[in-house]
């Protein structure tokens, strides 16, 4: 069984997040939004996770 992958992001991040999540993954991603996380590219606040 394949590990969940959760990508946060903010706002600059999002259409990278979603493009790395869909060449790994191959489906197309659930996008939520989300509070106290932090964005996995830059370490702001994240405002999204994507996930399947």
């Known amino acids: 069984m394949e590990k969940e992958i959760l990508i946060y992001a903010c706002r600059e991040h999002v259409e990278m997040a979603i493009d790395d999540f869909v060449n790994k993954k191959e489906v197309a991603p659930q996008i939520t939004k989300v509070q106290s996380e932090k964005c996995s590219y830059?370490?702001?606040?994240?405002?999204?996770?994507i996930k399947e």
């Open 42 to 49: 830059c370490k702001e606040d994240a405002e999204y996770v």
